[in-house]
Nanobody
Protein backbone atom coordinates (compact mmCIF):
# COMPACT_ATOMS: atom_id res chain seq x y z
CA UNK A 1 0.00 0.00 0.00
CA UNK A 2 1.44 3.33 -1.09
CA UNK A 3 1.36 6.13 1.45
CA UNK A 4 2.59 9.69 1.26
CA UNK A 5 2.20 11.51 4.55
CA UNK A 6 2.80 15.26 4.75
CA UNK A 7 3.60 17.19 7.89
CA UNK A 8 4.81 20.62 8.93
CA UNK A 9 2.00 22.88 7.83
CA UNK A 10 0.52 25.58 10.00
CA UNK A 11 -0.07 29.29 10.51
CA UNK A 12 2.83 31.67 9.95
CA UNK A 13 3.17 35.43 9.64
CA UNK A 14 4.23 37.04 6.37
CA UNK A 15 7.99 36.87 6.01
CA UNK A 16 8.19 33.75 8.12
CA UNK A 17 9.35 30.24 7.32
CA UNK A 18 7.96 26.73 7.38
CA UNK A 19 9.41 23.36 6.49
CA UNK A 20 7.12 20.72 5.04
CA UNK A 21 8.06 17.07 5.04
CA UNK A 22 6.62 14.10 3.17
CA UNK A 23 7.31 10.52 4.23
CA UNK A 24 6.77 7.86 1.59
CA UNK A 25 6.16 4.15 2.02
CA UNK A 26 5.12 1.33 -0.27
CA UNK A 27 7.23 2.53 -3.21
CA UNK A 28 10.84 2.27 -4.28
CA UNK A 29 11.40 5.88 -3.39
CA UNK A 30 14.61 6.36 -5.37
CA UNK A 31 12.76 5.53 -8.61
CA UNK A 32 10.30 8.39 -8.22
CA UNK A 33 10.46 12.04 -9.09
CA UNK A 34 9.01 13.89 -6.12
CA UNK A 35 7.04 17.10 -6.24
CA UNK A 36 5.10 19.51 -4.11
CA UNK A 37 1.87 20.95 -5.43
CA UNK A 38 -0.50 23.42 -3.82
CA UNK A 39 -4.13 24.37 -4.16
CA UNK A 40 -5.59 27.60 -2.89
CA UNK A 41 -9.34 28.04 -2.37
CA UNK A 42 -11.12 28.50 -5.67
CA UNK A 43 -7.98 27.83 -7.69
CA UNK A 44 -6.55 24.91 -9.60
CA UNK A 45 -3.81 22.77 -8.12
CA UNK A 46 -0.43 24.05 -9.25
CA UNK A 47 3.06 22.61 -9.31
CA UNK A 48 5.38 24.28 -6.81
CA UNK A 49 8.63 22.33 -7.02
CA UNK A 50 10.05 19.07 -8.36
CA UNK A 51 13.16 17.09 -7.58
CA UNK A 52 14.18 14.31 -9.95
CA UNK A 53 15.74 10.97 -9.11
CA UNK A 54 19.10 12.52 -9.93
CA UNK A 55 18.56 15.50 -7.66
CA UNK A 56 17.78 18.13 -10.28
CA UNK A 57 15.23 20.69 -9.14
CA UNK A 58 12.65 22.93 -10.77
CA UNK A 59 10.47 25.61 -9.23
CA UNK A 60 7.44 27.65 -10.11
CA UNK A 61 8.42 31.22 -10.88
CA UNK A 62 6.35 32.43 -7.95
CA UNK A 63 8.53 30.57 -5.42
CA UNK A 64 12.00 30.71 -6.99
CA UNK A 65 14.57 32.00 -4.55
CA UNK A 66 12.25 31.46 -1.58
CA UNK A 67 11.50 27.71 -1.56
CA UNK A 68 13.93 24.80 -1.62
CA UNK A 69 13.01 21.18 -2.30
CA UNK A 70 15.26 18.36 -1.11
CA UNK A 71 15.08 14.59 -0.79
CA UNK A 72 16.65 11.90 1.37
CA UNK A 73 16.54 8.55 -0.39
CA UNK A 74 17.79 6.77 2.73
CA UNK A 75 14.83 8.05 4.76
CA UNK A 76 12.26 8.07 1.92
CA UNK A 77 11.45 11.70 2.57
CA UNK A 78 11.11 14.87 0.55
CA UNK A 79 11.09 18.28 2.18
CA UNK A 80 10.07 21.76 1.13
CA UNK A 81 11.77 24.62 2.94
CA UNK A 82 9.66 27.74 2.54
CA UNK A 83 11.15 31.12 3.40
CA UNK A 84 9.90 34.70 3.04
CA UNK A 85 6.34 33.43 2.97
CA UNK A 86 3.63 35.63 1.51
CA UNK A 87 -0.15 35.61 2.01
CA UNK A 88 -0.49 34.32 -1.56
CA UNK A 89 1.39 31.17 -0.52
CA UNK A 90 -1.65 30.18 1.54
CA UNK A 91 -2.89 26.83 0.25
CA UNK A 92 -3.12 23.13 0.91
CA UNK A 93 0.23 21.62 -0.03
CA UNK A 94 0.36 18.13 -1.50
CA UNK A 95 3.23 15.71 -1.91
CA UNK A 96 3.37 13.82 -5.20
CA UNK A 97 5.39 10.84 -6.39
CA UNK A 98 5.68 10.13 -10.12
CA UNK A 99 7.29 7.27 -12.07
CA UNK A 100 6.42 5.35 -15.22
CA UNK A 101 3.05 7.02 -15.61
CA UNK A 102 2.05 6.43 -12.00
CA UNK A 103 1.11 9.32 -9.75
CA UNK A 104 0.63 9.02 -6.00
CA UNK A 105 -0.64 11.80 -3.74
CA UNK A 106 -0.57 12.62 -0.09
CA UNK A 107 -3.57 13.91 1.82
CA UNK A 108 -2.28 17.47 1.98
CA UNK A 109 -1.21 19.87 4.71
CA UNK A 110 -2.59 23.36 5.21
CA UNK A 111 -0.27 26.35 5.09
CA UNK A 112 -1.74 29.70 6.10
CA UNK A 113 0.26 32.90 5.85
CA UNK A 114 -1.46 35.68 7.73
CA UNK A 115 -0.79 38.39 10.27
Amino acid sequence: QVQLVESGGGLVQPGGSLRLSCAASGIVFSFYAMSWYRQAPGKQRELVATITTGGSTNYADSVKGRFTISRDNAKNTVDLQMNSLKPEDTAVYYCNAFWAGQHYWGQGTQVTVSS
